[in-house]
């Protein structure tokens, strides 16, 4: 990739975007592990098109970037595997700083807990949300709580009203009111 060509590694990815050999595999990788971020997307696309148990292995590192782009990537890529583990760290988002990828976690949980195998994962999120979360991810363990008719955790949305966030406790009365 040595070259004076601007935005080499975007042009990088582009170009490995379409190939599946190990030296493509590689060469997207280092642009993965780079710092230039619209390459990373291209190039994590790609990974995630052409190599998806790689993407899976990628994905807890890109939850953790700071680019939107690279986190929502993350959270589609973990979201087609339907294992345990993979919701386990998908639902880590349920309280990003990002309201559009706070609600997409919230669907793909409302969606898993529809499998009985899932569903324990789904309440354990929901249980770590409403005694260790932050207001963002309280807030929509509320609203999937209630979304799965959960009437069961009326005692937790009680003990919320007294949340210092005035968000939750206002999303806790409207729980115990659905």
């Given at each position: 990739m040595a070259s004076d060509v601007p935005h080499r590694q975007?042009?990088?990815a582009e170009l490995m975007s379409s190939h599946t050999s190990?030296?493509?595999q590689a060469l997207l990788q280092s642009i993965v592990d780079s710092d230039h971020d619209p390459a990373r997307n291209v190039a994590y696309a790609a990974i995630a098109q052409n190599y998806p148990q790689l993407a899976r292995e990628l994905a807890p590192t890109m939850l953790q970037q700071a680019d939107n782009n690279l986190r929502s990537r993350a959270i589609e890529e973990l979201?087609?595997?339907g294992d345990s583990e993979s919701l386990r760290i998908q639902a880590q988002a349920i309280s990003d700083r990002n309201y559009e990828l706070r609600?997409?976690?919230r669907k793909h949980l409302e969606r898993k807990a529809e499998i009985p195998e899932l569903l324990t994962v789904v309440n354990a999120v929901i249980?770590?949300?409403f005694t260790?979360?932050?207001?963002r991810g309280i807030e929509q363990a509320l609203q999937l709580a209630v979304a799965l008719e959960h009437r069961e955790r009326c005692p937790q949305y009680v003990?919320?009203?007294?949340h210092p966030s005035p968000?939750?406790?206002l999303l806790a009365a409207w729980a115990l009111q659905e």
């Open positions: 975007l042009l990088t190990s030296a493509a979201d087609r595997h609600v997409t976690v249980d770590q949300q260790e979360g932050i207001p003990k919320l009203l007294e968000e939750v406790a």
